[in-house]
Antibody
Framework: QVQLQESGPGLVKPSETLSLTCTVSGGSISGNYWSWIRQPPGKGLELIAYSYYTGNPYYNPSLTSRVTISVDTARNQFSLILSSVTAADTAVYYC?????????????WGQGTLVTVSS | QTVVTQEPSFSVSPGGTVTLTCGLSSGSVSTSHYPSWYQQTPGQAPRTLIYNTNTRSSGVPGRFSGSILGHKAALTITGAQADDECDYYCVLYMGSGIYVFGDGTKVTVL
C-alpha cells in the first residue's frame, strides 16, 4: 500500500518561501507522476503542480512564476517550493500520486499539512 | 479559461438517490475528459471514489457510480447513508497535461 506523508514548517512569514517535502513509502517513486494540491480554509481543491519522476513538470498557470516541484528518486521524495508567499497561500497542502492516461486519477493522498502565512 | 462546474450543495434523504454533476462552462464533458470523483470528509484528505468516468476505486461501495449524463459527468449515490454527508469533487482532464478540479458539492443527508 502506497503511503504519502507531507512535512515542512506550519508557519511561514509573508514574502518568504514555503518549502514542503512528500515522502513516499510502500512503493517506488519511479514510474509515476507526483503532485501537490492545496485547499484554503473552507474552500475547494486546487492543483498546484505535478511532475513525472524524471522531470517535465506542469505548473498551475496562476502560480507558475512562484512554484517549483522536484523529485528525488534516491530518497523516494518529492518537494514543493512556493516563493513570495502571502496570506492567500494559507492552506492545507496535500501531496498525491497522479496516475496519467489511460487511467486518470489522483489515487493516493497524503494526510495534508496546514501551512499558515503570517508574520 | 474553461471552468469546471459543480452544484454547490445537494440534499438527500437517507436511503435516497442523488446525482451530482460535473460540467464545463463551455462545451460538453465526455469520456475523453477522464472524469474522476473524490470524497472528502471534514478534516480528512480526499478519497478517490471513481476514475475514468465509471470505474470504482478499490474498496468503494457499490452505491457509488459514475457516468456521463447528457453533456456532464455524473456521480450517483444510490441508497444514501449518513456517512455520505461530506464534500465531493470532480476532476477533468482538459488536454495538454491540464487537470482541473471543480469547486465541489456539499452533500447533506437528512
Amino acid at each position: 500500500q502506497v503511503q504519502l506523508q507531507e512535512s515542512g514548517p506550519g508557519l511561514v512569514k509573508p514574502s518568504e518561501t514555503l518549502s514542503l517535502t512528500c515522502t513516499v513509502s510502500g512503493g517506488s517513486i519511479s514510474g509515476n507522476y507526483w503532485s501537490w494540491i492545496r485547499q484554503p480554509p473552507g474552500k475547494g481543491l486546487e492543483l498546484i503542480a505535478y511532475s513525472y519522476y524524471t522531470g517535465n513538470p506542469y505548473y498551475n498557470p496562476s502560480l507558475t512564476s512562484r512554484v517549483t516541484i522536484s523529485v528525488d528518486t534516491a530518497r523516494n521524495q518529492f518537494s514543493l517550493i512556493l516563493s513570495s508567499v502571502t496570506a492567500a497561500d494559507t492552506a492545507v497542502y496535500y501531496c498525491a500520486r497522479l496516475v496519467d492516461r489511460p487511467t486518470v486519477a489522483f489515487d493516493y493522498w497524503g494526510q495534508g499539512t496546514l501551512v499558515t502565512v503570517s508574520s | 479559461q474553461t471552468v469546471v462546474t459543480q452544484e454547490p450543495s445537494f440534499s438527500v434523504s437517507p436511503g435516497g438517490t442523488v446525482t451530482l454533476t460535473c460540467g464545463l462552462s463551455s462545451g460538453s464533458v465526455s469520456t475523453s475528459h477522464y472524469p474522476s470523483w473524490y470524497q472528502q470528509t471534514p478534516g480528512q484528505a480526499p478519497r478517490t471514489l471513481i476514475y475514468n468516468t465509471n470505474t470504482r476505486s478499490s474498496g468503494v461501495p457499490g452505491r457509488f457510480s459514475g457516468s456521463i449524463l447528457g453533456h456532464k459527468a455524473a456521480l450517483t449515490i444510490t441508497g444514501a447513508q449518513a456517512d455520505d454527508e461530506c464534500d465531493y469533487y470532480c476532476v477533468l482532464y482538459m488536454g495538454s497535461g491540464i487537470y482541473v478540479f471543480g469547486d465541489g458539492t456539499k452533500v447533506t443527508v437528512l
